[in-house]
């Protein structure tokens, strides 16, 4: 079956680090794929998406290219900021099976000023 | 637009007793989905539905009953409440597979 995998946090930076939160996937065909962002106490955004191999996805200094050859799905942002701290969810989306979403774990990052 | 709605967003129960968390969108959105989200453990899928009419289970369906007799609504029905069964629940909705599913805000419930 599906089946998503993200690195465990926390991730602590300072404000205006790189962020880099590695997902990669397992999954029949050719998933889309999705980053969430659910911050304190809330439900969770949708950040940015990609739907098929090579895409960028990209959204509020965000960025995500959807990698085929290694299953890999990356987010990153080239300087953080404190608003930044939440939890991020990479997921995908089948085609097959009711178009279900699987989601990684999530990985807390927490910014520091 | 409302997107998708959750009620009650706090919900306090006796073990035993029975409720039905409400989710309702205004997007015409052909899936709908009802998640668990528990510390540590990420979201997992009780039970989905492509369409009025049609449901299925998902990862952590027992103990849950769905319907979806419309397609703005999908009702998810705690049968007989249990103290694993405090969480937060929330609901999705989405259109065609290319596009991400929205989420509602929550319902906190605790079982005691």
């Known amino acids: 079956g599906n089946s998503v995998t993200q690195m465990e946090g926390p991730v602590t930076l300072s404000e205006e680090a790189f962020l880099t939160i590695n997902c990669t996937y397992t999954a029949t065909g050719y998933p889309s794929l999705f980053w969430y962002v659910q911050y304190p106490g809330e439900g969770l955004q949708l950040l940015l998406k990609?739907?098929?191999?090579?895409d960028k996805g990209s959204n509020k200094g965000f960025e995500a290219t959807y990698r085929k050859e290694t299953t890999s799905f990356h987010l990153e942002k080239g300087s953080v900021q404190v608003s930044d701290s939440a939890v991020y969810f990479c997921a995908l989306r089948g085609r097959a099976a009711g178009n279900k979403l699987t989601f990684g774990g999530g990985t807390r990052v927490l910014v520091k000023p | 637009n409302a997107g998708v709605t959750q009620t009650p967003k706090f919900q306090v129960l006796k073990t035993g007793q029975s409720m039905t968390l409400q989710c309702a969108q205004d997007m015409n959105h052909e899936y709908m989905s009802w998640y668990r989200q528990d510390p540590g453990m990420g979201l997992r899928l009780i039970h989905y539905s492509v369409g009025a009419g049609i449901t299925d289970q998902g990862e952590v369906p027992n103990g849950y009953n769905v319907s979806r007799s419309t397609t703005e609504d999908f009702p998810l029905r705690l049968l007989s409440a249990a103290p694993s069964q405090t969480s937060v629940y929330f609901c999705a909705s989405s259109s065609g597979y290319n596009y991400g599913y929205t989420f509602g805000s929550g319902t906190r419930l605790t079982v005691v």
């Open positions: 990609a739907t098929k191999a090579d």
